[in-house]
């Protein structure tokens, strides 16, 4: 029978399962508070990134559905985000509404982060992994303007956590739920989908291995593909009438992002000599210009158009010029994890990134002594970052990932107080 609370000078002592329980509560309050508190205060006030509200015209996109519809196919309006903010502007919301919306979006991120880590490590793992995401800038950087970060990390992070659990227990109602989100997911943007596919072929082939053959897991992956091919056929039939007879999976855009790679990878951009959101930009700017005016068209006329001429272009890099799509590949894996406007507000997610990837070493060896799955959490991590490290790999794409880095981390904080207590307590049972 445990021992009842007690009181120590003026401090109230909790027993370690009421203290387990308040967790999930502390979290979520750490997440809502410091994202409120820069969404409608901080942010405005700071000078180290623009805040223009709405960089990319997501909310002038959203509008435009409400006054007629979906009548154009591009890469932003082909998106689940700006289809979220036209529902939230015909309930009568606000941009501010949105804001607010993506305050809560965090906190959820928080909690999911909390779930990963109770779920595979332990309670105090999941604590350290909440409050680690409620302060981490990267994510408290886009709950305050019109950006989809915050929708796509909260949902990249619940299609993890689907996925762990669908590992943990591999039934059909766990494989739909995974299909689902993770294809809304997609819908969103499509850099998760490599990662699900990837995760769903890895499952079904250690089904196929084991012996017996796991036909209750294979049928499980199987409707998880089929999930995730019910949701995807409306929006590429609406893609498909929206473009007049041509074939658009999810949504044009990703030669562009291929060819974008190539100079934002280049050395004055990589280290930040110049600064790559001007610079860079302009210079890729220029390019897709010439390559439409070769094509005898005209850039962003037609983006479906534009993908198309620019896919001919990056077929002739990779045949022509491998060494330089290497070149970019690899550089690319390494300025997903930092590269910014300017040099300055780029270190402050390379310092996050190292060390988080330093606690996650620490962690990682304790994890393979205790014969724990850290690969549902690394995989993810490693997908996206090769998948977009092909094409244009800038610091903000790592965001929706960082919450696995952040739950890694924890369990090296939590490995390296559990030596230090183990140290300070050696008779200890």
Known sequence: MSKPSSVVGSGFVLEP???????????????LGPSLAMAFGGFRSQSLVKNTGDPYGYGKIAHGFLEHGFDKLTRRAASLYPHLLALIYWLGGSDRSVVLLQCVLQAGTCLLAFALGSRLYNARTGLFAGLLCAVHPMFLRYVADLHMESLLTFLC???????????????????????????????????????????????????????????????????????MAVLIAPWTY??????????????????????????????????????????AENLCNYWFRNIARDAGTVWEADEVVDEQNNKRVARDLILHHPIDTIRKCVVGLFTFWYEMTTL?????????????????????QRARREGRPTWLLVLPIVVMNVFVAVLIPLGRYSTPILPCLMVLAAFGIDSILSRREVTLSPGRP
């Open 344 to 364: 300055k507000n780029s270190l402050v997610p390379l310092v996050l990134a190292v060390f988080g990837w330093a606690l996650t070493w620490v962690g990682w």
């Open 17 to 31: 399962a009421a203290r387990t329980r308040l967790y999930p509560w502390i979290v979520g309050a750490a997440g």
């Open 157 to 227: 992070t619940l299609t993890v956590w689907c996925a762990v659990r669908f590992y943990q227990e591999q039934t059909l109602r766990r494989g739909t739920a995974l299909g689902a989100v993770g294809m809304i997911t997609t819908l969103t943007k499509g850099v998760i989908l490599p990662y699900v596919v990837l995760f769903g072929v890895l499952v079904a082939f250690l089904a196929i291995r084991s012996q017996p053959r796991n036909r209750r897991t294979l049928s499980a992956v199987a409707a998880m593909f089929a999930t």
């Open 238 to 279: 609406r893609n498909y009438e929206v473009t007049g007879g041509r074939f658009v999976l999810l949504t044009p855009g990703s030669s562009d992002s291929f060819l974008r790679g190539y100079v934002f990878t280049r050395s004055e951009f990589a280290t930040l000599s110049r600064p790559p959101y001007t610079d």
